[in-house]
């Protein structure tokens, strides 16, 4: 099945900084890959996502690069604000299994 | 739209107890999932439904856990009897018709469950 490797662990950037995660995933034929955002508390929510057939994908202040051949994708955030405070999951969609298969996470801090 | 509505918010049992979670998935929506996300942890598939049929449920453990989704709509998740490491955030998700590529999920608010 699909396995998914997320990095770091913790973020703490300072507020104007730019942070940057990065997920890998073992399955070639996953070809869906959402980033949900979960403040405390509160239910894992979707900020963007991007599918195979595409590159790299921007919505304002946040965007995702994926480079299926290195099975690699990243998740990117200027500009960065207090509120963007939270844990951010990368996930995969496995084709055969059609769920989602999630990262361990990463607690972003921006310090104002 | 309306979202997916969970309930009990929050629980707290006794090992060895039982325990029944709630979801009432966004309308229209084919398919549901519970997870369990344990602290710290990235949320795990237990079991995925669509409409009333058991699409994956490899990862449920089977001797203590159940679920079920009558009529294809609501679903219940049964833990019995709980263990210490069940303790955990239960989610329930679902996403729209069939399950494809391009299609996402959206997630209750989950049902936080301490066993003592």
């Known amino acids: 099945g699909e396995n998914v490797e997320q990095h770091p662990s913790t973020l703490s950037v300072q507020e104007g900084d730019s942070a940057v995660i990065k997920c890998t995933y073992s399955?070639?034929?996953?070809?869906?890959f959402p980033w949900y955002k979960q403040e405390l508390g509160k239910r894992p929510q979707l900020i963007i996502d991007?599918?195979?057939?595409?590159g790299e994908k921007k919505d304002q202040r946040i965007a995702v690069t994926l480079n299926k051949t290195a099975k690699h994708f990243s998740l990117h955030i200027t500009e960065t604000q207090p509120e963007d405070s939270a844990v951010y999951f990368c996930?995969?969609?496995?084709?055969?299994?059609?769920?989602?298969?999630f990262g361990s996470g990463t607690r972003l801090q921006v310090q104002p | 739209e309306a979202g997916v509505a969970q309930s009990p918010r929050y629980k707290i049992i006794e090992k060895r107890q039982s325990v029944a979670f709630w979801c009432n998935p966004i309308?229209?929506?084919?398919?549901l999932y519970w997870y369990q996300q344990i602290l710290g942890q990235g949320p795990k598939l237990l079991i995925q439904?669509?409409?009333?049929?058991?699409?994956?449920d490899s990862q449920l453990p089977k001797d203590r856990f159940s679920a079920e989704r009558l009529k294809g709509v609501d679903s219940t998740l049964k833990i019995q009897p709980a263990k210490l490491e069940d303790s955990a955030v239960y989610l329930c998700?679902?996403?729209?018709?069939?399950?494809?590529?391009?299609?996402?999920?959206?997630f209750g608010q989950g049902t936080r469950l301490t066993v003592v």
């Open positions: 991007i599918r195979s057939n595409v």
């Open positions: 309308s229209g929506h084919a398919t």
């Open positions: 996930a995969a969609r496995d084709t055969g299994r059609r769920a989602l298969t």
């Open positions: 998700a679902s996403s729209p018709i069939k399950p494809g590529p391009n299609t996402e999920a959206f």
């Open positions: 439904f669509q409409n009333n049929g058991v699409v994956d």
């Open positions: 399955d070639s034929a996953s070809n869906y």
